[in-house]
């Protein structure tokens, strides 16, 4: 149905579609959970100073995910004369990356959200850090848990 170089370029639209819902998503997702522990620990926020922190925080995920997005559009036609899925992950592309390289990258935006997310609790709600990564990682961490969970349960 599609030639090698129009299925990369519908991939490539979709790709920037789900790149657009993740953040949404992401969003929502922290917004409601930090809220939920701030309640448990009986800090007060306004709405206004949550969607400002997690706003700033989020900023690498989204510079990373618009990195990872540019350099797959720059590289449609290398990616396209690729046959095999295994091939693809040591293909060079732009700037000497691989998607080793890309998937680093996303990783140190997570880990960069969540030292911002740490500081900007300690400093916007004048918390301590152990009770700012509390806030921060026990959303994650029980998600994380669940996963694992039905992982292990549906092998």
């Known amino acids: 149905i599609f030639d090698n170089h129009s299925f990369v370029k519908f991939l490539t639209g979709i790709n920037s579609i789900i790149a ?8 929502t997702f922290y917004i409601v959970t930090f809220k939920i522990m701030l309640d448990i620990f009986e800090i007060t926020s306004t709405k206004f100073s949550l969607n400002i922190l997690v706003c700033i925080a989020i900023f690498p995920i989204l510079l990373s995910m618009m990195f990872s997005i540019i350099i797959l559009y720059l590289n449609t036609e290398r990616l396209s004369l690729i046959n095999n899925i295994n091939n693809l992950y040591h293909t ?7 998607f080793k390289d890309l998937k680093n990258i996303t990783l140190l935006s997570w880990i960069l ?25 026990t959303p994650t961490l029980l998600i994380w848990i669940i996963k694992l969970f039905f992982d292990y349960v549906l092998q």
Do not use: R
Request: net charge negative; aromatic share 18%.
């Open 20 to 27: 657009l819902i993740i953040p949404i998503s992401l969003f």
């Open 92 to 98: 060079e592309l732009t700037f000497n990356l691989s």
């Open 113 to 137: 959200f969540y030292i911002l997310v740490i500081s900007l609790f300690n400093e916007l709600f004048e918390i301590s850090y152990l009770k700012s990564t509390i806030i921060t990682l």
